[in-house]
């Protein structure tokens, strides 16, 4: 095993010489012996070099054996040799104690030999203590699989699939199991409490307290699956654009990166595959659009110059007549996304949302069951870890209390207990931090709608003042050109208050106090999300259902700051708007964040990183001295840190926001998803594996709160596109027409329909075109809109088809929502949350249980009279000697997953 | 605890000396000491009772430790002396074999000495069966509860609570537990399979061929649980009226009934209680009605005599022009129920529905703790137990392939494994099944309609023939004579096809041959709900949304059979008839089903048996030789068997959706529901206490299908009642009326504006009233429609203001039903699914785990050196030895359950 793997790194290595030199001699303690499984490192402060240089030449390896007793803190330092100063911080005080504690629980740490400013701890867990906590967290032996007998089918889709299998070789004996498995912070907060120095538990809190800086495993290539070398495999077969049609080697991941990694990444693989679908028919509703274009009566009819229709004035005074067919090219363009088949793919999508949602489920449980999350609790301890920062706050609180209470001789180890005892803040502790958090939220919403508002009012200007310049040929691109700068105007807005809010949500979030880890990050997710999707969403919104509602009408137009008109959607409708607007907005940003998010700000932050140390480094001269190799955990501690998933999640939840909501206005937004997100996901991979520290292997069990947002987008989804299509596209005006006002039952006549009649006397004084290429004596014009004729006895009032067609719109909107959510509801009772294949797996070994206790009973009974004080375990442990998994029965996992002590009625 | 329990016992025969006349010495074999646990029933044919004579001589009791041989069974039989005759039937064969494997399988059995026709083999499990059964079906034992600090609300709250807590004394120790825990029938076909009788597994099955007719467990007076009586308990504190007011004893219903029926009982707990504040207001909706009726304009100008309002005729010739102010009545009662406090209560009620469904979560949560459900795994045996009738086919199937295969050997034992193995039938067995299934339910659904359709049609013939009489007193009372009358006939027919579509249901799934009994189960819940709640529903909806919509305006009435017109609601409105029919159908439906169903009609199927066994007595002569004391299991016997949860659960269920879909028209209807459930909550418990046999013990860990169905209505309740207030009820149009089209912004001239002029010349030669009380040269007429006035150039056309209020209805639709559903979300997302206590305590006994865990951890290594090879239980299960309960840890139950072996990576 060590021979082969030591040839696999040998051959990594020469394959790549520069990006991460894995050398596993030093992945381990100067005895080249013992294996580095985590790092904590820390910062020295400048002026204590100055003694620095009196301990430095007795450094030598720390004996891992040392058990020193308590009060004699500094001696045993200077004994052990660890090289390192008197602890007269109090951090370094603090620290002292936890890497005691550490020690006293088992584990073995290494300082470094000399002294410079970054200062690593490593540390090894031995074998013992590994299977003690791998008891204690109850990390569960797999089961065998038997698949049974695959179907023709099955295997010919297999053969179909194969080019797409990444190229790792298929696991043999999927029973042996991960002596490496990845060093868990869990077990350094589980029991180290540095209760002397007055702190409290886990390296969280210590790190927040900057007690160290930076905590993380290293990046390992001796971690081997199959006599593989993961980390190889992750590299050639995921992190690799050449690899971007295959699926994602799935366990290679989750045994390198842990569960929650691996359950992203899963889910972002099952959410691409699934787009290929949507994209496949969002194209063909498209190419649908392009090819019927040219026999669609009402785009034939506005470009029809022999109709003839002479259009009212835009604006009042500067704007002149205009004839329909004028902005035919923008009727044909909008024909293209507004046809009847966008309201069958806006259904398809609503169904699509919901196999989605209940696909990745059923993929969620496939992996909980491969992966032996199914029995897991949830990881209760690092649920229940309290915050460093709640910790504070209810220390200093106690304090306070303490001090009113004149009790002066607070004793520290027992405030921590009594705080434990009764943990909780109270309901005017929090007081300041809810009014801090509704005050900031409702004023970043404002925010938001002042930056929608500011790109409105800049288009309204810009479009008025352009409209005034007498040249016909700039006229003609004023709207061209105004929408098109307003959009990157729009879009940089986005770009810029996304980075605002995230910081946001997380500095309010952490005034509100949360309890625990996964509250805290529950609750910034929740804030950041309302934020950015507020963000991103708002313009399309605007665009989509305000736009032009408030124009007001020929002869009274609605004017904002006197002078300006309120801005309409051209006379093609509005979608084909949104459109632009979710097309700019969706692809920039994704190329915007992509690229220079991704790419380039951490590039530019390392080369900060490396200028600063670098200046930092040529005060410190005596690091030159010992200038040496740089060593792995050097090389890692100048990566990245990990940051957590949350932004990656954002990015994805977003864009499934656009993918889902206005789909009807835009069925090729899955395309352009799934062209991101194809080179997104290679992107992400050489992310985590070359460009950040390696993360700590964190398990979960499912994606938590994002399955929530994304079940919330997909039900939003169903009404904004009810009001999409019924609103914004011209659907339903056009299938009232032909059903309910067509003599002939066919569109023809329709546009004549759909425009108003205005009688140019009725032109307020001075409002009227002064300049005109058309007819001055030009009696009736003609305007979009359902008002009645200048001759009715209510002129220029909505029209009785006003009300009808608005009647049918929110009809439609009824049935299409009602409709949608229904099926959506029935796919997801039609697919079962679990795979049939899992479901007859986990049955077949609740068969295999239930036999083999039956004879084991059986056994039982035979040869004992009083069967109540055997255990089940003599049978079933024999298999489980260390280095002997072969002998393992093949229902051992089950055994040991489902096996208790006998439960008796008493 | 022996002494104690023979007191009670004691106790209880003195105050019921005839009600169930328990004899704990009848509870056993004829040994006077082993319990009689189970009673399978058979009937003798009448023809065999011939050679019976011969055997009778030398019945004894007998030995359980029989086991007999293979192929020499009548011999043994004899041997044993049974008191049988040689097994000669097919079924006395199976039930042989059967019968000898339970003995193989530990339990022991007793048969009646005399024979009868009707005949019990009684089942005794001894302790160490019990217990090894026990042990493989996980059943746990409960931990100790810490109720922690309770606050002083809490101990207010417990004060005021006191009245309504059942008096059943606190349970002292809830760790002694069930030794009596009811012989379940999963131990009887776990693994009891007539191989030899070419039979399969399981009691069901054998019920289901007739080798016997029944099997219960009996009543048992000797369960005890802290020294109390259970079934004396449950007779004194739930089955009587006189303590309806409490809560009921939860522990003892499921202890005695199992948790399946106690699940059942809890669920309508909860429903009854949270009908309380629904009720509350409701009834505060209704007085707010009452008091306001004389402020409200719209009916005050209805009964306004001076306004004048002249109608036109109801129907062609017969009728007469009438004055509205003739329907002030209607118009006052119509607003009791339509105003604007019904808009707020249905919002109300959407939200109710979301709280009670959480609330029910929360319960269920709590009880599955309590009552140590929370690790089961939902009764895998039971679930994928194989139904006899799906066995049959299956081996019919096979049968005939293997005749086919010219294979004239079948070999019956290999037939049945082979059978086992290959489990499954092909769609093609099914599609018949299918389509019978789909054409009947498709028939049903006609009927139901066909029903409705039945009842308009009498209602609008009697109402033209009633029209016709010339009698002016007559007249005046058609309306309420035709409604009141043809509610009644809808009534009947309503729960005629209740009947019957609870029986077509059952059996048309029984067509389906359904692989499970959970799987049968579930179909015909489903089923049968669609059906019944379409029978009870359909005359809703139709007088909710149908009625009136066709029947056209003066002039242009539209006519069913050319001489009838389609009726109409009256000019109140439509809303007031839904009350009607709602009421009449929901109270009826409740008075008729519970006096009728559930206590005549078993008062007279008992009457019917024991009439037909007396007749079939007095024929069997030999019997009435041994005319000895009845025997708690032939008092059992004679009682009505238990026929599962399912008609309860409907009943209860349909009365949710009367209490739901329609509350916005009649927001009495909870009240009346509570009514209801109180009295039903005692009916049914003295059903199972006192006119059942006992239930088999069911574990379950949720109610199962039946919380999809109510969370379905729930979803289902927001659309009707949005659509009931926006076009059944005034309030749309009112509101249109104020903020659009009142000049004066108040409710003055809404009467006026909603009825639309009619000329009288327009009348269709020959349709005009031949004979009026009305001045002949009438020119208009009025009726309640938005149509353009006869002035108009659109004359009788729908107006504008129609469009606009249909606008206006659907846009309410569209508000309302996304506001409920946000609201009913919000809620379902704010209240948790576990209770904050449940959590703490969970969190508690998790802590106390780990604890011992760690200490037990720290002395294992103390003593050895290498820790993988011991295992836990050493230390757990020396509190076990039967009988000492008290000396358990106070965490065992935790312990046991959660202690797993050691599980390493290997």
């Known amino acids: 095993m060590l021979k082969s793997r030591s040839l696999i790194k040998h051959e990594y290595d020469r394959k790549h010489p520069t990006a991460l030199n894995h050398q596993p001699n030093r992945l381990c303690f100067a005895d080249g012996c013992r294996r580095v499984d985590y790092v904590l490192v820390y910062h020295c402060k400048r002026r204590q070099s100055q003694h620095r240089h009196s301990v430095v030449s007795n450094g030598n390896v720390p004996t891992p054996s040392r058990r020193s007793t308590k009060g004699d803190i500094s001696e045993a330092v200077l004994e052990a040799g660890l090289g390192m100063e008197p602890p007269n911080e109090p951090q370094d005080k603090i620290r002292e104690e936890f890497e005691r504690r550490l020690q006293e629980e088992g584990l073995e740490i290494e300082h470094d030999k000399e002294m410079r400013t970054v200062r690593f701890t490593r540390l090894h867990v031995p074998w013992s203590v590994l299977s003690r906590e791998a008891e204690l967290l109850k990390i569960r032996v797999p089961t065998k699989k038997k698949t049974g007998l695959m179907g023709i089918i099955s295997t010919f889709w297999t053969k179909i699939n194969q080019p797409f299998q990444p190229g790792v070789p298929e696991p043999q004996d999927p029973r042996t199991r991960v002596l490496s498995q990845p060093f868990s912070r869990d077990k350094l907060h589980l029991r180290t409490a540095c209760t002397q120095t007055c702190q409290t538990m886990g390296i969280s809190s210590l790190l927040a307290k900057g007690v160290y800086d930076s905590a993380f495993p290293l990046h390992d290539v001796s971690i081997v699956m199959n006599d593989i070398c993961v980390l190889q495999m992750l590299h050639e077969e995921w992190a690799n654009y050449g690899a971007c049609y295959k699926y994602q080697p799935m366990d290679l991941i989750r045994k390198y990166f842990g569960e929650k990694i691996g359950l992203y990444f899963a889910w972002l693989g099952v959410y691409t595959q699934l787009l290929i679908p949507a994209s496949a028919l969002g194209v063909a509703v498209f190419l649908y659009g392009c090819l019927t274009v040219d026999t669609n009566v009402p785009s034939q009819e506005m470009c029809d110059e022999h109709l003839n229709f002479t259009m009212c004035p835009l604006c009042d005074r500067v704007c002149d007549y205009w004839q329909l067919s004028s902005i035919c090219s923008t009727a044909r363009a909008s024909y293209l996304f507004d046809n009847h088949a966008t309201v069958g793919f806006a259904i398809f999508m609503s169904l699509w949302a919901a196999v989605f949602l209940e696909h990745w489920k059923r993929r969620q449980r496939c992996l909980q069951h491969s992966w032996d999350l199914t029995g897991m609790e949830d990881d209760e301890v690092r649920k229940n870890e309290l915050r460093p920062a709640y910790e504070d706050f209810l220390l200093k609180k106690q304090e306070k209390k303490a001090k009113n209470n004149k009790k002066e001789e607070v004793n520290c180890t027992i405030m921590y207990y009594t705080k434990l005892a009764s943990e909780s803040l109270s309901w005017t502790d929090r007081l300041p931090g809810y009014c801090i958090n509704i005050s900031s939220i409702l004023l970043m919403v404002g925010v938001t709608f002042s930056a929608v508002s500011g790109v409105?009012?800049?288009?309204?200007?810009?479009?008025?003042?352009?409209?005034?310049?007498?040249?016909?040929?700039?006229?003609?691109?004023?709207?061209?050109?105004?929408?098109?700068?307003?959009?990157?105007?729009?879009?940089?807005?986005?770009?810029?208050?996304?980075?605002?809010?995230?910081?946001?949500?997380?500095?309010?979030?952490?005034?509100?106090?949360?309890?625990?880890?996964?509250?805290?990050?529950?609750?910034?997710?929740?804030?950041?999300?309302?934020?950015?999707?507020?963000?991103?969403?708002?313009?399309?919104?605007?665009?989509?259902?305000?736009?032009?509602?408030?124009?007001?009408?020929?002869?009274?137009?609605?004017?904002?700051?006197?002078?300006?008109?309120?801005?309409?959607?051209?006379?093609?409708?509005?979608?084909?708007?949104?459109?632009?607007?979710?097309?700019?907005?969706?692809?920039?940003?994704?190329?915007?964040?992509?690229?220079?998010?991704?790419?380039?700000?951490?590039?530019?932050?390392?080369?900060?990183?490396?200028?600063?140390?670098?200046?930092?480094?040529?005060?410190?001269?005596?690091?030159?001295?010992?200038?040496?190799?740089?060593?792995?955990?050097?090389?890692?501690?100048?990566?990245?840190?990990?940051?957590?998933?949350?932004?990656?999640?954002?990015?994805?939840?977003?864009?499934?926001?656009?993918?889902?909501?206005?789909?009807?206005?835009?069925?090729?937004?899955?395309?352009?998803?799934?062209?991101?997100?194809?080179?997104?996901?290679?992107?992400?991979?050489?992310?985590?594996?070359?460009?950040?520290?390696?993360?700590?292997?964190?398990?979960?069990?499912?994606?938590?709160?994002?399955?929530?947002?994304?079940?919330?987008?997909?039900?939003?989804?169903?009404?904004?596109?009810?009001?999409?299509?019924?609103?914004?596209?011209?659907?339903?005006?056009?299938?009232?027409?032909?059903?309910?006002?067509?003599?002939?039952?066919?569109?023809?006549?329709?546009?004549?329909?759909?425009?108003?009649?205005?009688?140019?006397?009725?032109?307020?004084?001075?409002?009227?075109?002064?300049?005109?290429?058309?007819?001055?004596?030009?009696?009736?014009?003609?305007?979009?809109?359902?008002?009645?004729?200048?001759?009715?006895?209510?002129?220029?009032?909505?029209?009785?088809?006003?009300?009808?067609?608005?009647?049918?719109?929110?009809?439609?909107?009824?049935?299409?929502?009602?409709?949608?959510?229904?099926?959506?509801?029935?796919?997801?009772?039609?697919?079962?949350?679990?795979?049939?294949?899992?479901?007859?797996?986990?049955?077949?070994?609740?068969?295999?249980?239930?036999?083999?206790?039956?004879?084991?009973?059986?056994?039982?009974?035979?040869?004992?009279?009083?069967?109540?004080?055997?255990?089940?375990?003599?049978?079933?442990?024999?298999?489980?000697?260390?280095?002997?998994?072969?002998?393992?029965?093949?229902?051992?996992?089950?055994?040991?997953?489902?096996?208790?002590?006998?439960?008796?009625?008493?």
Chains 1, 2 share one sequence.
């Open 456 to 906: 409105i009012l800049y288009r309204i200007i810009v479009f008025a003042v352009m409209s005034m310049n007498p040249d016909h040929e700039a006229k003609a691109n004023v709207r061209v050109t105004v929408t098109t700068t307003a959009v990157i105007i729009n879009l940089l807005v986005v770009l810029v208050l996304d980075e605002i809010y995230g910081a946001i949500a997380a500095w309010i979030t952490e005034l509100e106090i949360p309890k625990t880890e996964s509250t805290f990050e529950e609750h910034v997710i929740l804030k950041a999300f309302l934020l950015k999707s507020m963000n991103s969403f708002a313009p399309v919104f605007y665009v989509a259902f305000f736009k032009g509602r408030f124009a007001g009408r020929p002869g009274d137009y609605v004017y904002v700051f006197k002078d300006f008109r309120m801005e309409e959607c051209s006379p093609g409708g509005c979608l084909i708007e949104v459109c632009i607007q979710l097309g700019i907005i969706m692809l920039g940003k994704q190329l915007i964040q992509n690229n220079v998010f991704e790419i380039a700000i951490p590039k530019l932050k390392k080369m900060y990183r490396t200028y600063k140390e670098e200046k930092d480094g040529s005060a410190d001269e005596e690091d030159k001295d010992s200038k040496r190799e740089p060593q792995r955990w050097d090389l890692d501690y100048d990566l990245e840190p990990y940051e957590g998933l949350s932004p990656e999640y954002m990015e994805m939840v977003i864009q499934y926001g656009f993918v889902t909501l206005f789909v009807a206005s835009f069925p090729l937004a899955p395309v352009f998803a799934l062209l991101n997100n194809v080179i997104e996901i290679r992107l992400d991979a050489a992310k985590f594996v070359t460009e950040i520290r390696r993360p700590d292997a964190v398990s979960a069990k499912e994606i938590g709160i994002w399955y929530n947002i994304l079940s919330g987008i997909s039900k939003f989804a169903v009404i904004t596109n009810a009001f999409v299509i019924s609103f914004t596209s011209e659907f339903i005006p056009r299938m009232v027409y032909q059903y309910l006002y067509s003599e002939t039952g066919t569109m023809h006549g329709y546009t004549n329909h759909t425009l108003a009649y205005f009688n140019t006397r009725n032109f307020k004084p001075g409002t009227a075109p002064h300049d005109t290429d058309f007819d001055r004596q030009l009696r009736i014009c003609r305007y979009k809109d359902y008002r009645d004729p200048p001759w009715s006895p209510e002129s220029y009032q909505l029209s009785k088809q006003y009300w009808s067609v608005l009647a049918a719109r929110l009809a439609f909107v009824i049935f299409f929502q009602n409709l949608a959510m229904f099926l959506s509801m029935l796919v997801a009772w039609l697919i079962p949350d679990m795979p049939r294949s899992l479901k007859e797996q986990l049955k077949r070994e609740k068969a295999l249980l239930m036999d083999l206790m039956l004879t084991e009973e059986a056994d039982k009974q035979c040869t004992q009279s009083h069967p109540m004080t055997t255990t089940n375990n003599d049978v079933v442990i024999k298999g489980l000697e260390e280095g002997s998994p072969e002998e393992l029965p093949v229902c051992s996992g089950v055994m040991l997953s489902h096996v208790h002590t006998a439960e008796f009625l008493t």
